[in-house]
């Protein structure tokens, strides 16, 4: 399909053929999509799956409404985490009783960080790359805080971080698909360059699950992390999901010891006893309603199977990229994310001095990207349900946008809380 698009002149009957023969293109039908609407940001919150309304009406009225405090057994609410966790398995490469989904991302990094720093009680450096998610070095700074600053979190480029792993290093945390530029880290090799040194490693999965391929058992990965609101469709505020590799399950605490992790919470034993393999990783109680509409997501995730949306979403990045320099060249918009699409996630990102309001101006004309600072304009393409005409389109009105200076008005120069 990308060879198609590489050898045929452009036009739009083209790419609507394309659309049609696309092997995905029935999984749009999935999903619930505003009439119109060009939907460019599955990689901050993905589209709602349509099965996801009628499963949150069982859980609430059946499940919760009919069965009220029997259905922690009788629907299975106790085990859930486990259940959609060994799913989330199946996408990205660990094996079932390695994944559980609780939480938040944010929450389960800590609960990660704090365990390998009690591994490697010696060693006193968290490494990471100046391109990581914020929140995930803000819990490293705030876990250094609690423990009366003997660590420190040095960042480094992230061409640099192979060669600034050292004897001191405890963990390296990183992000495998940069939320900026879209850059993949080379998962297999710097794990094991991580472990040659004796660290820990880390990867946060968040732009990763259910956008390109992962096989944490074959890297070897020590932890991970990932949210379920981007391209796992688990709807706003998600269920995070935590990845403990099996050889950890038994050797590492975490200091969120919450109830549910202890190995009978129905003993209601005034001693903390961890609950066997991942389950100690679990904190509260958890919250039904909203792993209800995940395991949707997912599912449709496992159906059309990571090969082809990698595939396709590779071919709807190639597109974006050709179209933005065919016709916009000259207009100041800069690549912010590789060329090449095998060292791409499935986004495109540009760098424009008017960045925040040209994306004012296209969610305007109802095509929704977004920015993230100071001047990265950020374009998911979710290949479950974005169509080669759909990028064919939000370029056009790009365009547009340009050659009339549509983006030049006040109120597109005003940055809101959420950008
Ligand atoms: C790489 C990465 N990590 C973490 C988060 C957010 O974490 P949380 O789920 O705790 O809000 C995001 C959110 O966009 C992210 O992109």
Same mark, same amino acid.
């Given at each position: 399909?990308?060879?198609a698009?590489a050898?045929?002149?452009?036009t739009?009957?083209?790419?609507a053929?394309?659309?049609?023969?696309?092997?995905?293109?029935?999984?749009?039908?999935?999903?619930?999509?505003?009439?119109?609407l060009?939907y460019?940001?599955g990689?901050?919150l993905?589209?709602?799956p349509?099965?996801?309304?009628?499963?949150?009406a069982?859980?609430?009225?059946?499940e919760?409404?009919?069965?009220?405090i029997?259905?922690?057994?009788?629907?299975?609410?106790?085990?859930?985490?486990?259940?959609?966790?060994?799913?989330?398995?199946?996408?990205?490469?660990a094996?079932?009783?390695?994944i559980?989904?609780?939480d938040?991302t944010?929450?389960?990094?800590?609960?990660?960080?704090a365990?390998?720093?009690?591994?490697?009680?010696?060693?006193?450096?968290?490494?990471?790359?100046?391109?990581?998610f914020? #929140?995930?070095?803000?819990? +490293?700074q %705030?876990? !250094?805080? /609690?423990?009366g600053?003997? =660590?420190?979190?040095?960042? *480094?480029e992230?061409?640099?971080?192979?060669?600034a792993?050292?004897?001191?290093?405890?963990?390296?945390?990183?992000?495998?698909?940069?939320?900026r530029?879209?850059?993949i880290?080379d998962?297999e090799?710097? #794990?094991?360059?991580a472990? +040659?040194? %004796?660290? !820990?490693? /880390?990867?946060?999965?968040? =732009?990763?699950?259910?956008? *390109?391929p992962?096989?944490?058992?074959?890297?070897?990965?020590?932890?991970a992390?990932?949210?379920g609101?981007?391209?796992?469709?688990?709807?706003p505020?998600?269920p995070?999901?935590?990845y403990?590799?099996?050889?950890?399950?038994?050797r590492?605490?975490q200091p969120?010891?919450?109830?549910?992790?202890h190995?009978?919470?129905?003993?209601?034993?005034?001693?903390y006893?961890p609950?066997?393999?991942?389950?100690?990783?679990?904190?509260?109680?958890?919250?039904?309603l909203?792993?209800?509409?995940?395991e949707?997501g997912?599912d449709?995730?496992?159906?059309?199977?990571?090969?082809?949306?990698?595939?396709?979403s590779?071919?709807?990045?190639?597109?974006?990229?050709?179209?933005?320099?065919?016709?916009?060249?000259?207009?100041?918009?800069?690549?912010?994310?590789?060329?090449?699409?095998?060292?791409?996630g499935?986004?495109?990102?540009?760098?424009?001095?008017?960045?925040y309001?040209?994306?004012?101006a296209?969610?305007?004309?109802?095509?929704?990207?977004?920015?993230?600072?100071?001047?990265?304009?950020?374009?998911?393409?979710?290949?479950a349900?974005?169509?080669?005409?759909d990028?064919?389109d939000?370029?056009?009105?790009?365009?547009?946008?340009?050659?009339?200076r549509?983006y030049?008005?006040?109120?597109?120069?005003?940055r809101?809380?959420?950008?």
């Open positions: 399909m990308d060879q698009i050898q045929l002149p452009l739009r009957d083209l790419l053929r394309l659309d049609v023969e696309d092997p995905l293109g029935h999984f749009r039908e999935r999903f619930h999509l505003p009439e119109g060009i460019l940001d990689n901050s993905g589209a709602l349509k099965t996801a309304p009628a499963r949150l069982e859980v609430a009225e059946r919760w409404g009919e069965h009220l029997g259905g922690w057994r009788k629907d299975g609410w106790m085990t859930y985490p486990e259940r959609l966790g060994n799913k989330i398995a199946r996408l990205i490469g094996q079932a009783g390695e559980i989904a609780v938040t944010s929450l389960n990094l800590f609960k990660i960080l365990a390998s720093l009690a591994l490697k009680p010696t060693r006193r450096t968290i490494l990471s790359d100046t391109g990581n914020p #929140t995930d070095l803000y819990m +490293a %705030g876990l !250094i805080e /609690l423990l600053r003997r =660590h420190r979190l040095k960042l *480094v992230p061409k640099e971080i192979e060669a792993i050292d004897d001191d290093t405890v963990l390296v945390m990183l992000t495998h698909v940069d939320y530029s879209g850059r880290h998962m090799r710097i #794990t094991r360059a472990q +040659a040194k %004796g660290a !820990i490693m /880390l990867w946060d999965l968040c =732009h990763s699950a259910g956008a *390109v992962v096989n944490l058992t074959r890297a070897g990965a020590d932890f992390v990932g949210c609101y981007k391209y796992l469709n688990g709807g505020g998600a995070a999901f935590i403990v590799a099996q050889r950890h399950h038994d590492t605490s969120l010891t919450g109830w549910l992790g190995a009978d919470p129905f003993a209601f034993a005034a001693e006893r609950a066997p393999g991942i389950l100690h990783y679990k904190c509260s109680t958890p919250s039904i909203a792993l209800a509409p995940l949707c997912v449709i995730m496992l159906e059309a199977g990571m090969p082809a949306l990698r595939q396709k590779m071919a709807l990045g190639d597109l974006f990229i050709r179209l933005v320099a065919e016709r916009l060249n000259g207009r100041g918009f800069r690549p912010a994310c590789p060329l090449a699409a095998e060292e791409r499935s986004q495109v990102s540009f760098h424009h001095d008017d960045g309001a040209i994306m004012q296209l969610i305007e004309r109802r095509v929704v990207g977004d920015f993230r600072a100071p001047d990265i304009m950020r374009f998911g393409l979710t290949p349900y974005v169509r080669y005409v990028v064919w939000a370029v056009q009105i790009l365009a547009q946008i340009m050659d009339s549509a030049d008005k006040p109120e597109f120069k005003q809101a809380s959420v950008t």
